[in-house]
């Protein structure tokens, strides 16, 4: 009798060291049963558990770089090295985008405008689109159309507030505008309160952690998209300049750092990119603070680019120039100013502000 006892204690102890060095054998049911509890809990949202191949699915219909320009190029193309294909690409497309955003400055401030909304809803758009690989994969209700309307009410109230700064008085002659004018901020509330309202809705049990996180994502890219373009139509009210100077300095550097990168590039900068250069970074840097000076030279003499906007239909070209682009005299402080005296040299220099704002 007892020794059948002692043989049940050690089979079980077998049994549970196996159990212990082989966590995932077992009953195939009680695995089954687990896994349908944590499914249907808020923590199996918490601890991720996604299909990895339906993800990296989903992640393939993402956008992605592409170095091919059409079934009639590609072929003169295709004898070129990998190497001087893209750079033959990336050189085509410049010409193409720069020409563009020539002709739009050219035709105003308005265009500029609609510019800047059209490349608002373009960026919106490709980071919802990472967030949409996780709505799909969890069958979440109404995060696209979510996001949408917190894209349109937010610039509602943030364009919104730009026109009634600048041409507030404008608008309040005509009665329909009038009532949106006089409640405006009132109306932007409104029209958050309904899609949070919407939101909390279209919550599902089991995702609530998933649905919240998309929320803070879609509010998080609002807040770096639409802030930015509202601050960046704030300069085009202004004057053209004050947004055509960052923008093209930004457009030079991106374009110079490639160039230099491409022909002196040997010491990569970074992990994150391997692609870029200390000469690349280097040479756009000091490229960029060169063409900043010299296109800020040309447009502030222009009337067009220097006068800030007084309507939205006329274009303003007889404005009293801001003191940031009239030529003053500043005074050089010591020790230079003494050898400058010593030379008989005025210790002064003249500049335009704008400069100084510029670097």
Known sequence: MKTAEKESLRQRKVESTDAR????????????????????????????????????????????????????????????????????????????????????????????????FVIQFWCFHE??????????????????????????????????????DYWGILLRKDQFLHFLVAHHRLIS?????????????????????????????????????????FLIIQNIFQGLIWFLVPVSMVICCDVMSYVFGFFFGKTPLIKLSPKKTWEGFIGGGISTVLFGLILSYCLLHHPFFVCPLEDYTVENYNCTVPPSFVLREFNIGRPISIILRLMQRPPTFEVYPFYFIRL
């Open 189 to 229: 509330f409104a029209l958050y309160c309904i899609g949070f309202v919407w939101f909390v809705l279209s919550l599902r049990k089991g995702y609530y952690l998933r649905q919240f996180s998309l929320f803070a994502w879609s509010h998080v890219t609002l807040l770096l998209i639409v802030s930015q373009s």
């Open 127 to 164: 980071i919802i689109t990472i967030g949409l690989a996780v709505y799909r994969l969890y069958s979440l209700p109404w995060f696209r159309a979510l996001s949408w309307y917190f894209l349109l009410s937010s610039n509602y109230f943030f364009f919104g507030e730009s026109l009634i």
């Open 21 to 116: 060095s082989h966590p995932n054998s077992g009953d195939a049911s009680s695995v089954v049963q687990k896994t349908d509890v944590r499914a249907t809990s808020d923590e199996s949202d918490a601890d991720g558990l996604i299909d990895g191949e339906r993800i990296s699915q989903l992640t393939k219909n993402l956008p992605q770089g592409s170095d091919h320009l059409g079934a009639f190029i590609d072929p003169v193309l295709s004898p070129l090295p990998p190497r001087w294909r893209n750079w033959v690409v990336r050189g085509i497309f410049s010409i193409i985008m720069v020409s563009l955003f020539s002709v739009i400055i050219k035709m105003g401030a308005t265009w500029l405008m609609a510019l800047v």
